[in-house]
Nanobody, 122 residues
C-alpha cells in the first residue's frame, strides 16, 4: 500500500486544517488506518485511528474533542479534521495503514506515508 498525505500548512492558534491521506490499494477498506505525529526532538506519537469500515475510532487524549478522523473507502482516502489547533499540535503528521486491527502502537503499522508538516503559530 502506498500512502500520500497532504493538507498540512501554517495556521494560527484556534484555526483548523484538514489532512488527507490517499491510498493506492483497492482493498483499502480492509486496512485499519491511523494518524501519528512527530514534533521536533520528540517520539512519533499516536493521534487517531479508525477501523476499516469506519465504525470504530480512537483518539489520543490530547486531541479528543478537537480532532476527527474519518474515511471514504470509495475514494481510498482517510481524513483528519483538526479544529481549535494549538501551538503544541505543531508536528509532521503521518498516516499509516495496518492489515490488522487499528492500534495505538507504531509497530502495528505496516505502511507509512511521507508526512505533512503542520505548523500552528501562537
Amino acid at each position: 500500500v502506498q500512502l500520500q498525505a497532504s493538507g498540512g500548512g501554517l495556521v494560527q492558534a484556534g484555526g483548523s486544517l484538514r489532512l488527507s491521506c490517499a491510498a493506492s490499494r483497492r482493498t483499502f477498506s480492509s486496512y485499519g488506518m491511523a494518524w501519528f505525529r512527530q514534533a521536533p526532538g520528540e517520539e512519533r506519537e499516536f493521534v487517531a485511528g479508525i477501523s476499516g469500515s469506519g465504525g470504530s475510532t480512537n483518539y489520543a487524549d490530547s486531541v479528543k474533542g478537537r480532532f476527527t478522523i474519518s474515511r471514504d473507502n470509495a475514494k481510498n482516502t482517510v481524513y483528519l479534521q483538526m479544529n481549535s489547533l494549538e501551538p503544541e499540535d505543531t508536528a509532521v503528521y503521518y498516516c499509516a495503514a495496518t492489515s490488522g486491527l487499528f492500534a495505538t502502537t507504531r509497530s502495528k503499522y505496516d505502511y507509512w506515508g511521507q508526512g505533512t508538516l503542520v505548523t500552528v503559530s501562537s
